[in-house]
Every structure is written in structure tokens, then in C-alpha cells.
């Protein structure tokens, strides 16, 4: 178990309603992204997230734009993704959006680079569905090769090559945290390991522990490869309230209404209590009081030997005053909970 385990939160900007029952408007919720994340700096939480979408049930479409007010506002928490679309943009110009957030910020940017587990991206900016895999791999490629070398020369099938390219601003000190995001899928595990890149779990349902085969194989392709193993993350869902009745009560119609809403298009049937109380008991959400929350994180963070726990705390419609209690009691109460537990 490492000897440290790091905190952070994430948001994707989810609509949230307001006190007179309506939804707020999507530059509401940014402006109040940005207060929740002032809170988490100033409770020593270690890092915040902000995730990109296309869609109309989450704000945020520009993760480092917002994350660059944020840095304006903060001093010491880091500041990530969570996470970029990478396979529907372009490396060069997400290089360059983090070499400068990490410039302006003092260092404290993070990038998380994923496939996304929407596609609303890939017609709006012209891409390919069936090339899927292929763009990632291809753009990663890329990205790990601007974040290591000054001048990059480069080719692939999906993008123009470049020829001993210089790409600015070059990064402070070389240095730029870089996470794969994971939802599951062991050719991604293997491809994190290849590319020498922190593995970042996205776990949004079932038990935490069915991933310790991915966390093993993690290890087992660094050690293939020669290298030592990177950090492990995990992103899941959560909500902290002052009693667990408190926790679940609130959540719930909040969770309902989000859940249900991507399951139209999914395929998905109508979520039950009964499934909902079933992922809060055993599942992957960390819901409840303080020291509930606090006990599923410590079982979960020995099972899979992470360093990093990032609450996903903007939960479906849950209004923007129920997300900053939360926050203050994950800051001050599970946070601390957690780290004597694993003392």
C-alpha cells in the first residue's frame, strides 16, 4: 500500500437546480464550479478535476479554460482533466492548452487523456465512430512524444506528420503530469503501461475490487517492459452528508433523474432504489456520512494498492449548496478518516 494517498474531486459540470426547483443555467454552473474548487483549495484537498462533454446535461466543454480561472483563484491544488477527449482533438493543441494552464498556474496542471464514455464529440467535430481505437492510439502516440522531446518528428495515418516540429509554449522544467483514463478495458491498461503513463480507473458501477486483475496487469506489463510501475488512480462516484439517511435521501432523485436520462439513449431500463441502495452498500458510490464514506474508501484503496482517489461530487441535478457541504465534509472529515484508517 503506498505509504500516501492523494485526494481529489471531480466535476463534469453537471446542471444542477437551484432553489426555485429549475434547472441553473450552464454559465451558473461554471461560476460555480469554479467556488467549489476555491473551497477544495482552501481545505487542502489535493486536486480538482474538470471533465469535457458535449452535451446539455453538463457545463463544461472546455475543461482548461475553466481550469485556468481556477488556477487564478487557487494556490496549491492541482488542477486536471478529468477528462479529455483526446481522440476527437487534436495533440498538438491539447499540448499546447496544458503547457500553458501549467505555466500560468505554477506547475500544479494535470492532464487526463481518455476516449470519453460519450460520443457526442466525435460527429460534432468530424470524426470517424468506427475509428475509435485507432484515433486514441494514434494521438496519444503523438502526445507522449510532444511532452518528452523539444522537436518532434512524427507520422501516422489519421494526422499530417511533423518534421523536427517545436511546439510552444515548451513545458516548465519538462515536466507535465500525464494520466490515462480506464473504464475498463485491458488493451488500455497495457497501452498506459507502454506509454510509461499513471493508470487512472473510471469506476462508475459494480465492486471497486473486480479491477484488481487491471491493477495486476498494470504491473505485470511494467515489469515486462522493464520499467517500474506508474501511480494508480481511481475516479468514482460520491456524496458525503452529515448521516447516511441524510446521504442517500438527497442523492437519489438527483441520481435517478441523471442515470435514467443517459439510459434512454443507452438501452438502459429505469434505475430502482433497490439497484441504487445495492451500488451504495457494495457498488463502486461512496455515499453516506462521513465515516461510511471514509471506510468504503480505505477498503478500496488496500484492495487496489492506488495512490490517488478522486470523488466524482457532482452528482446528476443536486443543487450547487448541497455539493459545497459536501465538499467541506469530504475536506475535513473523510479525508482525514481515511488516512488514520490506513495509518
Do not use: C
Not at 230 to 256: F, I, M, N, S
Not at 273 to 290: I, K, Q, Y
Not at 304 to 318: A, P, V
Request: aromatic share 8%; charged share 25%.
Amino acid at each position: 500500500m503506498p505509504q500516501e494517498l492523494k485526494f481529489g474531486l471531480d466535476t463534469f459540470g453537471d446542471i444542477t437546480i437551484g432553489s426555485d426547483g429549475k434547472a441553473v443555467s450552464h454559465a451558473q454552473v461554471i461560476r460555480d464550479a469554479l467556488d467549489e474548487a476555491v473551497l477544495a483549495d482552501e481545505l487542502g484537498i489535493d486536486a480538482f478535476g474538470v471533465g469535457e462533454h458535449h452535451r446539455p446535461d453538463f457545463a463544461i466543454s472546455a475543461p482548461e479554460v475553466v481550469l485556468a480561472a481556477i488556477a487564478g483563484r487557487t494556490k496549491r491544488i492541482l488542477l486536471g482533466s478529468a477528462v479529455t477527449v483526446l481522440s476527437t482533438d487534436d495533440p498538438v493543441r491539447v499540448f499546447e492548452r496544458f503547457s500553458s494552464l501549467n505555466a500560468a498556474s505554477g506547475g500544479r496542471a494535470e492532464a487526463r487523456l481518455g476516449r470519453g464514455s460519450f460520443t457526442e464529440s466525435f460527429p460534432l467535430f468530424g470524426y470517424d465512430l468506427s475509428q475509435y481505437e485507432e484515433l486514441f492510439e494514434e494521438k496519444l502516440d503523438l502526445f507522449a512524444a510532444l511532452i518528452r522531446h523539444d522537436a518532434v518528428t512524427w507520422h501516422g495515418n489519421l494526422r499530417p506528420a511533423l518534421t523536427d516540429q517545436r511546439v510552444f509554449p515548451p513545458l516548465e522544467n519538462k515536466s507535465l503530469r500525464v494520466w490515462v483514463g480506464v473504464g475498463g478495458s485491458p488493451e488500455s491498461v497495457v497501452r498506459a503501461a507502454r506509454y510509461d503513463f499513471p493508470l487512472m480507473l473510471a469506476i462508475i458501477g459494480g465492486d471497486p475490487k473486480r479491477f484488481v486483475p487491471y491493477v495486476d496487469l498494470y504491473h505485470r506489463a511494467f515489469a515486462q517492459l522493464g520499467r517500474p510501475a506508474q501511480a494508480v488512480g481511481l475516479h468514482a462516484h460520491g456524496y458525503v452528508a452529515d448521516t447516511d439517511e441524510h446521504a442517500r435521501e438527497e442523492l437519489w432523485p438527483h441520481y435517478k433523474a441523471s442515470r435514467d436520462r443517459i439510459g434512454v439513449e443507452r438501452g438502459w431500463p429505469p434505475v430502482t432504489r433497490a439497484s441504487f441502495d445495492h451500488e451504495a452498500d457494495g457498488g463502486a458510490l461512496n455515499v453516506g456520512a462521513p465515516e461510511t464514506v471514509a471506510r468504503k474508501i480505505a477498503a478500496t484503496a488496500k484492495a487496489l494498492g492506488i495512490s490517488r482517489f478522486d470523488m466524482k461530487y457532482s452528482q446528476g441535478t443536486l443543487p450547487h449548496d448541497d455539493l459545497m457541504h459536501s465538499i467541506e465534509l469530504y475536506g475535513r472529515k473523510v479525508i482525514p478518516l481515511v488516512r488514520d484508517m490506513l495509518s
